[in-house]
């Protein structure tokens, strides 16, 4: 039951089934499956006080050696935000299998540290421990976020020689890594080469002319995903619809905002609004701009005010800007 909350998303509801549990005493007993639901839920929640005292029951049952629970423990610290707490797990395991070591390298990744991502792969390696697919995608994840290209292209040869390269996983990684590099040939490459090809494949080719200003190119890809028969996602009209906005290309813009509901019934989310006035107030169109401001069903975040304060700025709208 608890587990089945936490992949339900309900983390909170768990917590409360794990705290009914205990007011059982002696006749139902944690287990380390139990922990780990628990610790699950804590991390979808980025709960931490409550991650920290499921930790100290962890310690007083004797389970904090038992490898599974350990990785989940990093996974739950690392989630909330306390790399250090999860390092200190980390290097107090007995054994570390490669699940600990990907827990560590996302972790790292997802809170900016990529040179310390890239540290513990080196490590990994010097300690004879064999990287899987997920410890690759961690690397290439941690070149793209501290671009740095001669690192990522060792990367991408240490994924060929170790047989990853047909991956879809990671091949969608190389293709971000490079596309971020402004690299958009190599990512071509990798696109071409792959055997299959997912809608997030699809989504970083996208992307990737989107945010180098080649927005034809990335319109033409989406008619060539179309033809293929991949179905789009909500994350590909945020790259379509940035796509036209950097290009200038509004009437494409309005078409793929309208096409989302009426033709692929996707809703319209914080970050298609956001993107809607970024192309209207590009092209000048403020006062169209403003309205889906004051019109979006989301409260407004700084990426909309940051766009529309933007848009006055390059149009001298001084009114509208104040």
């Not at 039951?1 to 007993?29: D, N, P």
């Not at 989302?260 to 209207?280: E, F, G, K, R």
Request: proline residues 2%; charged residues 20%; hydrophobic residues 40%.
């Amino acid at each position: 039951m608890i587990l089945g909350y936490v992949k339900c998303g309900q983390g909170s509801k768990a917590l409360e089934l794990f705290h009914q549990m205990q007011q059982k005493g002696e006749g139902v007993q944690s287990d380390p499956v139990t922990f780990v639901g628990v610790l699950n839920a804590c991390a979808s929640m980025a709960a931490l006080e409550e991650g920290r005292h499921a930790h100290e029951q962890i310690i007083q049952s004797g389970y904090e050696s038992v490898a599974f629970v350990g990785n989940s423990l990093i996974d739950m610290y690392a989630k909330c935000g306390s790399m250090e707490d999860a390092k200190r797990v980390f290097n107090k395991l007995p054994s570390r299998d490669v699940v600990s070591w990907n827990v560590m390298i996302f972790g790292h990744v997802k809170y900016g540290q990529g040179q310390k991502a890239l540290e513990l792969f080196r490590q990994l390696q010097e300690e004879g421990v064999q990287p899987d697919f997920m410890t690759l995608v961690g690397v290439l994840n941690a070149c793209a976020s501290v671009v740095a290209l001669e690192q990522g292209r060792r990367a991408h040869d240490w994924v060929i020689k170790s047989g990853w390269d047909s991956n879809v996983f990671v091949g969608n990684s190389l293709i971000d890594m490079y596309a971020k590099y402004g690299s958009l040939e190599d990512a071509l490459k990798v696109f071409n080469k792959m055997p299959s090809r997912d809608v997030v494949t699809w989504n970083a080719m996208i992307e990737g002319y989107a945010i180098h200003g080649h927005g034809k190119e990335a319109l033409k890809q989406f008619e060539q995903m179309h033809e293929e028969g991949v179905q789009p996602d909500d994350t590909t009209f945020v790259c379509l619809l940035s796509a036209c906005s950097h290009s200038g290309l509004v009437d494409e813009g309005l078409r793929f905002y309208s096409s989302m509901s009426t033709v692929y019934m996707i809703s319209a989310n914080l970050q298609h609004y956001t993107c809607m006035v970024d192309l209207l107030g590009r092209a000048g169109r403020l006062h169209e701009a403003e309205n889906m401001v004051l019109a979006m069903p989301y409260k407004p975040q700084v990426a909309a005010w940051r766009a529309l304060l933007g848009a006055c700025r390059i149009h001298g709208n001084v009114e509208m800007g104040e």
